[in-house]
């Protein structure tokens, strides 16, 4: 798509579109995605530490999800792929929200202990809940939409074990097939939002690389709709 | 001894300063050179004064109490205080007035490189020219100031204020629900829009579709006839009024350097008509923006119509060093 309209001549890309891919849980969804939507993502695929891989046209630069509104928002990367609970935490990153991807479902949720009341009690007789969380923002939204208040505790690792002993009343946690949740003896208490991939762009990089970013944004559409 | 200064402020030591210096004089030269005198207001005004020009986003982040307790703000932006400035200076003086300021404003952002809570605009008022004349003078006055600073390459997005509001009128759209698609639009939440969009009662899949398919649509001139094919009277003016002003910009040389963009909304309360948005390759942040604003004046009693662009400052001295460190490389 090398349509020449008036005004583009100036606004020469400097090289290749960079797209930041997730690692992890998104890792292999995203590589189909971009597969699908013609980009050779072999070199993605394999075992190698590289960061970067770059393509023809393209140049695959992989990260942490939660790393990639950082990168596009400052246009390091182009575009990119990441969840909507990453989105939803950095809400105040600027990056554009193109395409619901529809892959990498899960749903972020309020957990509790199985057959533990501790939620309620807090709730109740001491005015607060404190809930442990790697999405704090997240968290502290929902409860205030919700009218209620809590003490958001962020952790880092496994959040699962804040309510096993005692950091916590509650969690709020992805949850994708529930069962690290089932072999914690935690259960789902109240779902707050349901998460998919997103593609994203930064802002000038959507202005100025436009065609580019059209025709991706196109072809990611067309692949995930099947 | 180490003494901290607040978050999002900065010193600039010596050899900053004389590139910045020097940048601010290729700007201001420019801008005198084409008959915009340069102004200074006081970097704190009265809160209801600046509330006055901008009552939605309602504006400053820093508020205190003088030792009378009257309410005091620091600036947002120069665009409120000069229309204030307009008001009260040159009431009576024949219009058009052309005035350009370097100058410091305020804002509660989170700080990073090129956005800092101080920072330095340079930017133009035209007051009393209207649509389309006065638009192209200061697209032209922009480009210049752009060449001025050695950026090239910049592009300048070229939208219209009113687009959205009226086309979400002529569908009926209001209230909440008319905000929030704004709001979406403005973010360009895509994904949200469309999920906003399919809520309105009435809203049928294909008015839905044409919402967002323009909100996608930038160019040259013949995204104005896309747009047209979308159909629908308000989408129909807002083209007539961008494809008027992109004559005027023909006429003076200087449309090569405007790309048309209808998913342009700034958030700023005050636009109307025609939006600007500067963009730079090589930084992934706006350069600077502006439009027109023929509604601001009046809200402080003198009735013009006006418009204006601004520049970051610290953007553009980034844009020039991003620019010159990639010539090396090639």
């Known amino acids: ?226 | 001894m180490i003494h901290p200064i607040p978050p999002g402020t900065r010193d600039v030591l010596p050899d900053e300063m004389r590139e910045l210096r020097r940048l601010h004089l290729a700007l201001v030269e420019v801008f005198e050179g084409r008959g915009y005198g340069q102004v200074s207001t006081p970097a704190i005004e009265y809160d209801e004064v600046l509330a006055r020009g901008d009552g939605r986003t309602a504006a400053s982040a820093y508020r205190f109490f003088d030792e009378r307790g009257d309410l005091l703000a620091l600036r947002s932006d120069m665009t409120v205080p000069i229309a204030r400035l307009a008001a009260t200076r040159y009431a009576d003086a024949e219009p058009p007035l052309r005035l350009c300021y370097l100058a410091n404003a305020y804002r509660a952002v989170r700080p990073q490189r090129g956005q800092m809570r101080e920072f330095a605009q340079a930017g133009i008022e035209l007051i009393g020219a209207a649509a389309p004349g006065g638009t192209a003078e200061v697209i032209e006055v922009l480009t210049a100031a752009l060449d001025a600073a050695g950026l090239d390459r910049a592009v300048i997005g070229l939208g219209d204020a009113d687009l959205y509001r009226q086309l979400l009128a002529e569908l009926g759209v209001e209230g909440e629900a008319r905000d929030s698609i704004l709001e979406r639009l403005a973010t360009h939440d895509l994904v949200g829009l469309e999920a906003e969009l399919m809520e309105v009662e009435g809203m049928s899949e294909e008015q839905c579709a044409t919402c967002v398919a323009l909100s996608q649509l930038r160019g040259g001139r013949e995204v104005l006839e896309e747009a047209r094919g979308l159909g629908g009277a308000a989408v129909e003016r807002a083209t007539a009024r961008i494809g008027e002003t992109y004559e005027a910009l023909e006429a003076r040389g200087v449309a090569d350097r405007v790309r048309i963009d209808l998913g342009l909304l700034r958030d700023l309360g005050y636009y109307s008509g025609a939006i600007l948005e500067v963009y730079d390759p090589a930084l992934g942040h706006v350069l600077g923006g502006g439009g027109r604003y023929d509604r601001l004046l009046e809200r402080f009693g003198l009735d013009l119509p006006a418009a204006g662009f601004a520049l970051y400052l610290e953007r553009v001295h980034i844009a020039q060093h991003e620019e010159e460190s990639r010539r090396a490389e090639q």
């Open chain 1, 1 to 226: 798509m090398s349509v020449e309209v008036a005004g583009t001549g100036r606004a020469k890309a400097d090289g290749p579109l960079k797209i930041a891919v997730p690692r992890g849980a998104l890792l292999s969804g995203t590589l189909d995605a971009l597969d699908a939507a013609g980009i050779d993502t072999s070199a993605a695929r394999g075992e190698s530490r590289a960061l970067i891989f770059p393509g023809e046209g393209v140049s695959l630069v992989t990260m942490r999800p939660s790393d990639v509104p950082t990168y596009v928002e400052a246009g390091a990367a182009d575009v990119g792929i990441t969840g909507k609970d990453v989105l939803l935490e950095q809400s105040d990153r600027m990056v554009y929200e193109l395409l619901d991807l529809g892959y990498g479902r899960c749903r972020m949720v309020l957990a509790g202990r199985k057959g533990d009341e501790r939620l309620g009690e807090s709730q109740r007789r001491l005015g607060m809940m404190r809930i442990a969380t790697k999405y704090p923002r997240v968290a502290e939204r929902h409860f205030e939409a919700t009218g209620r208040q809590v003490e958001v505790i962020e952790v880092k690792g496994s959040v699962e074990l804040a309510p096993l002993i005692g950091l916590a009343d509650g969690i709020v946690d992805l949850v994708a097939t529930g069962r690290t949740l089932d072999e914690n003896e935690l259960e789902v208490r109240e779902e707050i939002v349901e998460c998919t991939a997103r593609f994203v762009a930064n802002r000038v990089a959507h202005k100025l690389r436009s065609d580019e970013v059209d025709e991706l944004t196109m072809k990611l559409r067309e692949a995930t709709a099947r």
